[in-house]
Structures are given as structure tokens and as C-alpha cells.
């Protein structure tokens, strides 16, 4: 069993600090302070969001980017609560902006795919960016892209996404889950010029690419039984035809906030639905991410239920635990550092022994692939 769970964190070594070294990689985005020239049309599919779209809305007006070069759009996804009405009150208070409400047309088993979809045909501009109605966006947020698009050829712009500052344990065990999320999100980016692996994770909560792109691959065709994955498996579609011209904004002003959820329950339904989908990628190196990442974990709880029982050696258990301590230090510390995080690391102890429970217990629940998104259930 030890040598077992050696071998499989060996393995897990080498594979986070491979991918904390392609976050070093990453090259900062440069500002060349040149006249905007791309155009952009930003997506929001939205379902009772009454409680949110008033931040999201505010970001947007906000924006430091020529008005004719951007428009938004929001598409309603049979929301029962007044956050329609608040869309129109935004587009009656700032009449020199580019905004539509549209109604989004069901097509498919994925509610939230079928509104984009019918945005992007709705869509004016070259770029799509997409974006969730719990986000708030930066001040120069386009302006990012738009420096990062005017340097190099490029289909797709994959970009940061993090949690708001929010108190308590539970809210800092999110962050550090999620910031592990992008981390090697950045550090795939990083070494996909390295011949071994290559990006698979990114965000629909903050994500640009061009609209003829999106139609060249078909769009959502082929993973519209699925209700989420509107992000990863387009990734996959554009990165196969296109891997040269997909990239990573590594830019502190292109950083989306959304916020953690306020319950354990809201927290599992959500995570569910990202396991969920994982069995459906068509990228191998992806599928055998996900298996040692769970593996890892679950060596973790036997570990620690047979240490508890008395059949192995208290010292065995935390020499493994410490190894895989000081491996996902490494990764969440650098990830934390670029989103300004660091001090979320104060809660890391007490989240490295809970979070291998936690995931085991998620990974076990999405082989039900039941969950509820959206008061609808999947």
C-alpha cells in the first residue's frame, strides 16, 4: 500500500510541478498603450439573476473601451424573476451603449449552450467575449484582449477568473480549490509547446474567441446533451484545429470576479456538474489528469481511514500526507501570487486534510450524474 501511494504521488509530483513551472513560463501581457481596433460582442446568458446581474451591469457600463467597438448582449433563459426588467432599466439609463435583451431559444439539453448559441448569431461583432451574470468584470477587461489580440494571431483567448475577498473557513477552502483549478489551467498554457500534454481547462466565465471560429467548428455540435461544457469542450474543438492560436491572458486587468458559494450543498451541486462531464472529453491526457488527481486523493482517505484503525503506521501516513502537502503548496502559493491571494494560504493546513474527503466524495457523486443547476435538474 505505501509503495502504491508513493508511486502515485510521485507521479503527482511531477505532474503539479510540471505545471507550476509552465505558470513561470507565461508571458505577462504587455500594454502598448495603441489605439483599441478589435470589436467585441459580449455574451450573458442569464436565469434568475436578479441578485447579481445589478454588479455585472455596472462592470460593463463601466468599461474603459470605446462604446461602437463593443456591444452586449443578455439573453434570458426563462428567468421567473425580475431580472429582466433590470436589463431594460440598464439599456433606458445608458442609451449610447450597445444593449440587447434577447429571449434564448431551447434547442437541445443544455439550456445554457443554447443561449449562447443563439446569442452569437445575434452577435455584430468579430469577437465574442463570454461572461456569467454573477461576474464583475474589470475596467480594462477589453482593452486587455484587444492588446493580446493585436500581437499575435490568435482564435480563442482563454483569461482568469477568481473569487471575490470573502470571509469565514469556508469561503477560503473554495478559493483554494478554485485558485488549484486555475493554476493548472495556466500552467497547461504555459507547456503546450513542450510536447507532452497540452491546455484542456478554461472558464466560460471569462473566455473570447471569434465568432467564425466558433461556426468553422460547429460550435456546441456534437456535446449538446450535456448541460454544461460550453467552455472545455469548444476549447477542445478550436485548440485541435487551431493549437497555435490559442492562448493565455496572463493579465491582472483581464481578471473576472465571481463569487464562492454559501453553501456546502451549492458548492457540491456545482462541482458535480464539473465532474460530471468529465468522462465525455475526447483528450486522453485530460481523462488521465482527472484519474491521478482523484487517485491521489483517494489514497489519501484510505490512508487515513487504515492509520485510524491501527493498520498502518501513523509516520507512514504523514510522510505521504507532508509529501503531497509541500507539491500542492508549490502550485497553489505561485497561482495565489498572481491573483494577489496569498492570504488565503493562512487556511491551506486545515483545507489539505479536508479537501482529499471532499473530492473523493464529489468524484462519487457525479457517477450519478444527477445534479441541479439553475432550479432544473440534470
Known amino acids: 500500500m505505501i509503495l502504491a501511494a508513493f508511486f502515485i504521488y510521485i507521479l503527482y509530483g511531477f505532474l503539479v510541478l510540471y505545471m507550476t513551472h509552465g505558470i513561470g513560463r507565461l508571458k505577462d501581457l504587455d500594454f502598448d498603450g495603441s489605439e483599441p481596433e478589435a470589436s467585441f460582442s459580449i455574451l450573458v446568458p442569464f436565469r434568475n439573476e436578479e441578485l447579481n446581474l445589478t454588479g455585472l451591469l455596472q462592470s460593463i457600463t463601466s468599461l474603459n473601451y470605446p462604446t461602437e467597438k463593443f456591444e452586449l448582449i443578455l439573453i434570458n433563459d426563462a428567468s ?28 437541445s439539453g443544455s439550456p445554457k ?26 475596467v480594462s477587461w477589453l482593452s486587455a484582449f484587444d492588446n493580446m489580440i493585436r500581437q499575435q494571431p490568435l482564435q480563442m483567448i482563454v483569461a482568469p477568473v477568481s473569487y ?27 507547456m503546450k ?9 478554461c472558464n466560460g466565465a471569462n473566455l473570447c474567441y471569434k465568432k467564425d471560429c466558433f461556426n468553422e ?5 456534437g456535446n449538446q446533451h450535456i448541460a454544461s461544457g460550453d467552455d472545455v469542450f469548444l476549447l477542445e474543438k478550436i485548440y485541435q484545429k487551431f493549437p497555435d492560436e490559442v492562448q493565455f491572458i496572463k493579465s491582472k486587468e483581464a481578471i473576472v470576479y465571481t463569487s464562492s458559494k454559501d453553501t456546502f450543498r451549492g458548492l457540491v451541486q456545482q462541482r458535480v456538474r464539473w465532474a460530471a462531464k468529465t468522462n465525455a472529453y475526447n483528450s486522453i491526457f485530460a481523462k488521465l489528469i482527472g484519474l491521478l488527481v482523484f487517485m491521489t486523493s483517494f489514497m489519501m482517505v484510505i490512508l487515513f481511514i487504515l492509520g485510524s484503525i491501527g493498520q498502518l503506521p501513523w509516520l507512514h501516513v504523514g510522510f505521504l500526507f507532508l509529501l503531497k502537502f509541500n507539491i500542492d503548496f508549490v502550485l497553489l502559493f505561485k497561482t495565489s501570487q498572481f491573483f494577489a491571494q496569498e492570504k488565503v494560504m493562512k487556511s491551506y493546513f486545515v483545507s489539505s486534510l479536508l479537501h482529499p474527503f471532499y473530492t473523493v466524495f464529489v468524484v462519487l457523486l457525479s457517477f450519478n450524474k444527477t445534479y441541479t443547476w439553475k432550479d432544473r435538474s440534470y
Open 217 to 221: 467548428v460547429n460550435g456546441f455540435v
Open 113 to 138: 449552450k443554447d443561449a449562447l448559441d443563439h446569442g452569437i448569431q445575434q452577435a455584430s461583432f468579430e469577437w465574442i467575449v463570454t461572461t456569467d451574470a454573477d461576474c464583475v468584470v474589470p
Open 164 to 190: 471575490r475577498d470573502q470571509k469565514g473557513f469556508f469561503h477560503s477552502f473554495q478559493m483554494l480549490d478554485f485558485i488549484s483549478l486555475q493554476g493548472i489551467t495556466m500552467g497547461s498554457f504555459g
Open 193 to 201: 509547446d513542450k510536447n507532452f500534454g497540452h491546455p484542456f481547462l
Open 80 to 107: 421567473s424573476d425580475t431580472s429582466a426588467s433590470i436589463v431594460q432599466q440598464c439599456i433606458e439609463q445608458y442609451p449610447n451603449l450597445k444593449i440587447k435583451l434577447i429571449d434564448s431559444v431551447r434547442q
